[in-house]
């Protein structure tokens, strides 16, 4: 998987759901059918913070993602409802290192 | 911290602390007096998996602290005795969003 992005969204929840479950199973359901999306790995602490790490074949593919209007109308309400912070960085992968599995 | 390098590391944890919280605590200490270190983020989940982030000025910094005999102590013992299974990757910070704090 050199030679790829990696989106990196650290977060922090509000309290309680809110609508945040059902969303984050539809836009998993949503990004998975994205043209260049190559995984992702997500961990949420049990102090609210969550690190969400996609991973992406091109830019382009990043961009477009940004922009589907479904997710667009989600990224507003976690502004809104389910975050109170958060911080995207967009990445270039240069090299990796695998162990086991 | 545009312009800067990102190590996303995932990992999988085996059974049982084994010496890793002390570990852990010195390595924190430790990348922390390291030139070119930027900061790191690090969630686990109740399932073992977790993923850190560090973040770096420079390729060069990134590979002093991999090379530092300490860390590479620790790196062995990670994994013989904490991971069952680990990814490393590499990262340009090309852009980054942010929202609240």
């Known amino acids: 998987m050199t030679d790829c ?3 990196i969204f ?3 929840r ?3 759901d809110n609508g945040y479950a059902e969303a984050a199973e539809r836009m998993a359901e949503l990004v998975s ?3 260049g999306f190559l995984g ?3 961990v949420r602490g049990a102090d609210g913070v ?3 790490v996609s991973y992406w074949q091109s830019e382009a593919a990043i961009l477009a993602w940004r922009q589907n209007p479904e997710h667009q109308v989600i990224q507003a309400r976690g502004r809104l ?3 109170s912070a958060f911080h995207t960085r967009v ?3 240069e090299r990796e290192y695998r162990f086991g599995q």
Chains 1, 2 share one sequence.
């Open 81 to 83: 409802e389910w975050y």
């Open 14 to 16: 509000t309290e309680g």
């Open 33 to 35: 059918e994205q043209p």
């Open 50 to 52: 969550g690190i969400t």
């Open 91 to 93: 990445c270039r992968v």
């Open 5 to 7: 992005f990696a989106v």
């Open 10 to 12: 650290t977060s922090t």
């Open 40 to 42: 992702v790995e997500s």
